[in-house]
């Protein structure tokens, strides 16, 4: 079958400020507890050297989990795990939206709009729903939820929230991705779901977008750079490897799929999916100052740096992140985001790529400009 491709990029003429929605700010939340890499390895239970040595060897130092190591006992029942689920991420996306609130200088009542992204729980009321009265937003809010796009949901996320802005002028839209992966680990002896267990971990980002980028503040006083525009984006689907990654259910949970040979469609379906964000807007990969890379594993970030051609300085935020909060699934790319703000780097007129990999198998991609 096929690749597919799909993209929204404006051309040349239009790659202004003025023509594009605003990342009007971008904040993040993890659990209170953190755990190193031992103490993980530790808390699944796993007695093999060779299991430890995966978990120790993933350039990951530290995880934080929704969890209390006290009381925590290993294959806990599917109704535990999601009690889990909706206790922590409830609790870490008010957390993340109210921090995004804080810094773009909005209060809840100026939020027109509630997006969510989630892959590891499932919830009716949904979190949109859940977080209107959470956050005190309004009631005549618009609300949504995407389901399903794993590590990559928080492309389609920020599609779907400068899809509103432009459609709605003057609409600001709070936009949210979390993932509670302690709510979704399994325990068997395949290699996919021992690297799962030795990479994931509980986090969610947040941001407020708006066409009308004037309430945006230059800076947050701290060094942080002038908020991004959002100007365009690109997605790349291969069907044919609908099976290489993505949750099962089995025994009434979820089960992660992470075939080894992702590591090997990598690099061409990103190589594929830049060169399509970059070509209507007459950029080259030299015009792009700011790689942001979903840090979905060690491998997954060489691979993307060998067929993009980047140095090692332009996975600088991405790796940071891997080592500090592990593979977070949809915010983790929204980390890696603030990360470069906070760092005060980019410059007017820098041009910044967001990418991630999720299931499909599937590239997503945004361009961006300071």
């Known amino acids: ?219 947050n006083g701290n060094g942080a750079a002038a908020p991004p525009c959002v100007l365009g984006f690109q997605s790349v689907l291969d069907p044919s490897q609908l099976d290489k990654v993505g949750f099962e259910h089995r025994d009434g949970k979820l089960r992660i799929v992470l075939a080894a040979e992702i590591r090997e469609l990598a690099g061409p379906i990103i190589d594929r999916c830049l060169d399509s964000l970059l070509l209507p807007s007459g950029l080259r990969r030299d015009d792009v100052r700011f790689w942001v890379l979903h840090p979905g594993g060690r491998k997954v970030l060489d691979a993307a740096s060998q067929f993009l051609g980047l140095a090692e300085e332009n996975l600088r935020f991405s790796r940071r992140i891997l080592r500090e909060f592990g593979n977070m699934s949809s915010p983790t790319v929204l980390f890696v985001l603030d990360e470069v703000r906070r760092s005060g780097e980019p410059h007017p007129g820098d041009y910044g790529v967001l990418l991630a990999l999720g299931p499909g198998f599937a590239a997503e991609a945004a361009l961006l400009r300071w």
């Open 1 to 219: 079958m096929s690749i597919t491709e799909g993209a929204l990029t404006l051309s040349s003429e239009s790659l202004t400020r003025a023509a594009a929605p605003a990342l009007l700010s971008c904040a993040t939340a993890v659990p209170p507890r953190r755990f190193s890499q031992e103490e993980a390895f530790a808390l699944c239970g796993y007695s093999s050297s060779r299991i430890r040595q995966i978990f120790l060897n993933s350039d990951i130092d530290f995880r934080h989990f929704w969890l209390n190591p006290d009381d925590f006992i290993p294959n806990e029942t599917p109704d535990q795990l999601h009690a889990r689920y909706l206790e922590g991420a409830r609790h870490l996306a008010g957390l993340a939206a109210r921090r995004a609130l804080d810094q773009a200088g909005l209060a809840a009542s100026d939020i027109d709009c509630i997006l969510v992204a989630s892959c590891t729980g499932y919830l009716c009321p949904d979190l949109s729903t859940l977080l209107v009265s959470d956050l005190g937003l309004r009631c005549d809010i618009q609300r949504g939820a995407l389901l399903g796009h794993g590590c990559a949901g928080a492309l389609p996320l920020l599609q779907r929230a400068s899809d509103h802005a432009r459609a709605n002028p003057g609409a600001r839209v709070l936009a949210i991705a979390v993932e509670i992966c302690s709510a979704c680990y399994f325990f068997d002896t395949s290699m996919e779901t021992i690297i799962g267990n030795a990479i994931c971990a509980d986090g969610a980002a947040a941001f407020v977008l708006s066409l009308n980028g004037r309430s945006a503040p230059a800076s």
